[in-house]
């Protein structure tokens, strides 16, 4: 299960530590609470669904349960807080518990993170479940994600769930429950997560707190980190100057630039780009008051929607966004 340290891993947030290495939680207090109560009975449903938007914290609560349930002794930090130092997280934090099975995206023959989940990975989720627990106590597989499965792939892990094994658990995590084959949604216990509130956000991010990433986030956590580390919060904090740049008509060079600076996977940047383009909309509907900039907050929320589920080339994506800002920019003046 290990992966190999030259390449980032696919199911971690760009800038963000991995979750399995992520012990503080914030938010979603009801939600932890009914996993831990399910586990301190023994009473445990077979497999939980974790729904939600991406860098909610999902993972970050699986990886919680999962410590839990092979034996961490918990620090009484919050329902499944476990010390970074028991020796149960620390097998996990090394990818070295041969009771937890973590099935994610794996890498192509070039070395770059694949699309979805293959089949032939998620067939080793039935071997994994075909071995008694090597320690006595419950095996456990995390999912992450529901979403990056194929169709091959999902079909496989419907066997473990329809006839799950004894003293075993799986952990879904899911971004958008809907896409989801509905037979593996009607195996689970659906868990939903919710965005944070502004004050959660603001002490998930450890009283750093940017306002600007706090209200691109969207109550996502992870949203907020990853943006931080692309500079994102750099970039609003000169809202002014770039709202000027926009009324001028200049949204391709602002964008581009934008975009061009960042690190990370051209859809994160993508993301990223489009987040802050439709703030400085809203920023700018509400400044001058204009219809034309308000109609434009509208359209890039619908754009960055629908670039996120049809995974939009990034360019053509961008361009859109120029010419929904340049239309705006016109209007006005």
Not at 40 to 53: E, I, K, N, Q, V
Not at 145 to 167: F, S
Not at 276 to 287: D, F, P
Request: charged residues 25%.
């Amino acid at each position: 299960m290990k992966a190999d340290k030259e390449v980032p891993e696919t199911d971690q947030e760009p800038g963000a530590p991995h979750p399995r290495l992520t012990y503080g939680f914030v938010g979603n207090d009801a939600q932890e609470a009914m996993l831990a109560e399910a586990l301190a009975g023994r009473r445990m449903h077979h497999a939980w669904l974790l729904s939600g938007p991406k860098g909610l914290g999902k993972a970050t609560l699986a990886y919680r349960a999962a410590r839990i349930a092979l034996g961490a002794r918990p620090s009484g930090v919050r329902p499944l807080g476990v010390d970074a130092e028991d020796p149960i997280a620390r097998k996990i934090a090394a990818q070295a518990h041969p009771d937890l099975f973590v099935l994610r995206r794996g890498y192509n023959e070039r070395g770059r993170p694949r699309r979805e989940i293959a089949v032939d990975d998620a067939r080793e989720l039935g071997q994994f479940f075909s071995l008694a627990p090597s320690q006595g106590g419950m095996r456990v597989a995390i999912i992450d994600a529901v979403d990056d499965l194929n169709r091959n792939a999902a079909n496989a892990i419907l066997k473990t769930l329809e006839e799950p094994p004894p003293r075993s658990m799986l952990l879904l995590v899911c971004h958008a429950p809907g896409a989801a084959l509905a037979t593996i949604r009607s195996r689970c216990r659906r868990l939903a997560l919710k965005p944070l509130s502004d004050g959660d956000m603001r002490t998930a991010l450890g009283g750093k707190g940017d306002e600007t990433l706090v209200k691109l986030a969207k109550g996502r956590p992870g949203r907020a980190i990853t943006l931080r580390a692309q500079g994102v919060d750099a970039a609003g904090a000169h809202l002014n100057d770039i709202l000027r740049q926009l009324s001028r008509g200049e949204a391709r060079s602002v964008l581009g630039a934008l975009y061009d600076g960042m690190s990370g996977e051209p859809f994160e940047k993508l993301a990223a780009v489009l987040d802050l383009a439709s703030e400085w909309a809203r920023s700018a509907a509400v400044g001058q008051l204009s219809e034309g900039w308000a109609d434009a907050w509208s359209s890039l929320e619908q754009l960055r929607i629908e670039a996120e589920d049809l995974d939009m080339d990034p360019r053509h994506a961008l361009a859109r966004a120029v010419g929904i800002l340049d239309r705006a920019a016109a209007a006005k003046r």
